[in-house]
Structure formats: C-alpha cells, structure tokens
C-alpha cells in the first residue's frame, strides 16, 4: 500500500536555529515527490518537485533533498514567517489511480523570535 | 493570474440534507482533484478529471459522494444525505497535466450539525 510518514509531528524552533524535517514513503513507483506549506484556513501551497533520488532543489531558506525512501526539508535560520504546516506527497506510477497525491499528516512547524 | 477558487468558503448543513461544492480552475489546466481534510488528518483523495477521460471515483467514501465537471472547467462536488463524519475541509487543486504540480483552492469548511 501506498503511504508516506511525516516526522517528527510538531517542530518549534528559534529564530535562527536550522533543522530538517523528514517524509518517509512508500510508493509503487515513484512519479513525483512534492512538498507544500500549508498556512491555518488555507489551502496547500506548492513549494516543490522533486522526480528523481539525488535530485535538490531550494527556494529561499528551504531545500528539499530525495533519496530512494524518503525526503528532507531542510529550513536554514528559520524566521518567525516560516512557521507553517509543511506537507510532504507522492504520486505513484503504478496502480491505481496515477494522478492524485497521497499526502503525509504534515509537520507543523513553529519559529519563535 | 487568477488561481484556483471555491465557493462557498463556509458551510453549514444539518445532518440529512445536501450540499453542494463548487470548484473552479486555473484557466487551461487540463486535471481537477478533490481532496478532503478532515480535522488532524492529512488530505484524502476523492476524485479525479482529466480532459474527457471517464473520472477516477476509487477516492469517494460512499454512495452519498458525487461530482461533475463541464468539459475543462467548472466542477461540483455533491454530499447526499449529509453525515456529522462528513464535517472537513474539503480542496480542490488543478494541474495543467497530470504529473504536474497541482495548485490548491482555498478550500470549502463544511460542518454537519
């Protein structure tokens, strides 16, 4: 069964203090890897793709790494404007249906000044 | 440009009666998903349309679910019989193909009273 794991649940962090989440997964066959924040009362918004292990990509102070069973965000000197809910997803290739994403609970991030 | 937008924001029903959801795309984009988000849990996919393609259902929990879409564009997302388990958010998201990053709506608060 498809599934993807989140952790750790909840991160609070200073301003300033970098650190990495985690999105373990389990896909048959691995389409994409998409990662996005998702802020209270709204909907998720699209950070990025990743398609292939090895593959990075970096959007201001967020970089997203993938391996063969999971993903890392890695938040460099986080700000307070950083604290968010970030959801980590799959699209798989085979079975079932190959266009939606099956999504992680999320990891609820808090950045104190 | 403009983005993915649901109507109405809020909803509140009593137990037995339906509802109806609105979704509207991003102009162009082929691909429309709905996802639920229930309290503490992370985002379930319903349903799928691609282009004139038969819609994937394998997402919709019961019977009670149903949703329709106008060629490339608008779609609604029908609840018969609402149910208090029904209570979520319930997102819509487009993408211009398939494999492509999806971009969420707002999403619709339904609570089942």
């Known amino acids: 069964e498809d599934q993807v794991t989140q952790s750790p649940e909840a991160l609070r962090l200073q301003e300033g203090e970098s650190s990495s989440l985690n999105c373990s997964y389990t896909?048959?066959?691995?389409?994409?890897l998409f990662w996005y924040r998702q802020d209270p009362g709204k909907g998720p918004e699209f950070l990025f793709t990743?398609?292939?292990a090895g593959e990075e990509k970096e959007k201001e102070r967020l970089k997203a790494t993938l391996t063969k069973k999971e993903s890392f965000l890695h938040i460099t000197a986080p700000k307070p404007e950083d604290s968010a809910t970030y959801l980590c997803a799959v699209q798989a290739g085979y079975g079932g249906s190959q266009g939606n994403l099956i999504f992680g609970k999320g990891t609820k991030l808090s950045v104190k000044p | 440009g403009a983005g993915v937008s649901q109507s109405p924001s809020n909803k509140v029903t009593e137990k037995g009666k339906d509802v109806e959801l609105r979704c509207d795309p991003i102009s162009g984009h082929t691909a429309l998903y709905w996802y639920r988000q229930r309290l503490g849990q992370g985002l379930e996919f319903l349903i799928y349309f691609q282009g004139n393609s038969a819609p994937d259902k394998s997402g919709l929990p019961s019977d009670r679910f149903s949703a329709e879409r106008t060629g490339e564009s608008v779609s609604t997302l029908t609840i018969q019989r609402t149910q208090q388990e029904d209570s979520a958010v319930y997102l819509c998201?487009?993408?211009?193909?398939?494999?492509?990053?999806?971009?969420f709506g707002p999403g619709t608060r339904l609570t089942v009273l």
């Open positions: 990743l398609y292939s």
């Open positions: 896909v048959s066959g691995l389409r994409g």
């Open positions: 998201a487009s993408s211009l193909v398939p494999r492509n990053e999806q971009f």
